[in-house]
Structure formats: C-alpha cells, structure tokens
C-alpha cells in the first residue's frame, strides 16, 4: 500500500536549517508530482512547494520563495525539503503528500522554530 | 495568487442532517482543478473530491461536490458521526501555485 513517511523534523533556532524528508513506499514513486504543506498549530493547510515526477518543474509559496528548496530522488524513492533561514512562522507539521491533487498523505513531522 | 474564502467556518448540525459546504475563489477557478479535503484531529487530511465533482476512492456516496467558475459546494448528505471534522477546498491548477481555503469546522451541535 501507499506509504509516505516524514522525518527531520526538530526544534531549531531562528536562522537555523533543517532538511526533511519523506520515504515513499508502495507505488511508482518516478509517476508522480510530490508536494509539501504544512500546517501550523490550531491553523488551516498551507502549501509550501511541488516538483514535478521529474523535477524539471517546481513552485514554491511566497512565504518560502529563496529560503526553502525541494528535491527528489527517484532513485531513492525520497522527496526532500531543504529549509533555511527559518523563522518563528515556520513552526508547522510539515506533511509530504503525493500527486496533483493530493491524494496521498503521510502523517506529517513537526518542525518548531524557537530560541 | 488565487484566494479560496470557505464559509461558514463552523457548521454546527446534529447526525442525520444535510451539510453545505461553499468555497468561493477570488477568481475563475477551471473545475478539473478544485479538490476537497477532510481533517480529523491528530490525523493528515484525506482526500474526498478532486475536479469539483469526482470522489476519490474509498469515499462514501454521501460526498458530493458541484459548483463552477468561483462558486462550489462540497454537500453531505446525510451526517455520519465519523463525518464531524474539518474540511478544506484546493486549487490545484488554474495557477502555478496551489491555495487552500481557511476550512469548515462541521460539529455537532
């Protein structure tokens, strides 16, 4: 069965990096678009950035754009999120979710932002 | 940037009853891309309704959704005790970037 399984996640100062990843398991992980989205706590769904099957396509939020990097691994079967110059407002569970729409999510790791 | 606004935000019905959701964006949303998504706490959202209208798979019959242009509706029929949970609205492809709406809560009343 389908499998999206996050990791990375943490308690990091502000400015800090963190890098997440999401192992996926259970379908032909090369077919499909992979997205992020996070969620903040006691808040609504924000999306954070997708990549296209191949890579060659890729969109981030606003509230990310230059700080934030995706990638995947086909090879590996891994999408990644490279998160730097973090602040306060990216505290979020920060989910992988797959296709376009979303129909498939992991169970999201936490990411918080504090001194 | 397209902008969804969900309304109500909490909808407050008893098992049994007809939940209406609406999601209204700020601008043309073509209907092949406008999804619905459900919340429970503690757990990722699942996926209901994808191209306005279709249910995914695995989703009860008593999940509709409809609409067009900037006005869609997610509609349940008839409340299930497991349907109490919060719902959002996607767009996933009239733009580069994809939004979600700020959700309905649906409790029980």
């Known amino acids: 069965q389908v499998q999206l399984v996050e990791s990375g996640g943490g308690l990091v100062k502000p400015g800090g990096s963190l890098r997440l990843s999401c192992a996926a398991s259970g379908f032909t992980f090369s077919d499909y678009y992979m997205s992020w989205i996070r969620q903040a706590p006691g808040k609504g769904l924000e999306w954070v950035s997708y990549i296209s099957s191949s890579g060659s396509t890729i969109y981030y939020a606003d509230s990310v754009k230059g700080r934030f990097t995706i990638s995947r691994d086909n090879a590996k079967n891994s999408l990644y999120l490279q998160m730097n110059s973090l602040r306060a407002e990216d505290t979020a569970v920060y989910y992988c979710a797959r296709g376009y729409p979303n129909d498939y999510w992991g169970q999201g790791t936490l990411v918080t932002v504090s001194s | 940037e397209i902008v969804l606004t969900q309304s109500p935000g909490t909808l407050s019905l008893s098992p049994g009853e007809r939940a209406t959701l609406s999601c209204r964006a700020s601008?043309?949303?073509?209907?092949?891309?406008l999804a619905w998504y459900q919340q429970k706490p503690g757990q990722a959202p699942r996926l209901l309704i994808y191209?306005?209208?279709s249910r995914a798979t695995g989703i009860p019959d008593r999940f509709s959704g409809s609409g067009s242009g900037t006005d869609f509706t997610l509609t349940i029929s008839r409340l299930e005790p497991e349907d109490f949970a919060v719902y959002y609205c996607q767009q996933y492809g009239s733009s580069p970037t994809v939004t979600f709406g700020g959700g309905t809560k649906v409790e029980i009343k």
């Open positions: 191209g306005a209208s």
């Open positions: 601008q043309s949303v073509s209907s092949s891309y």
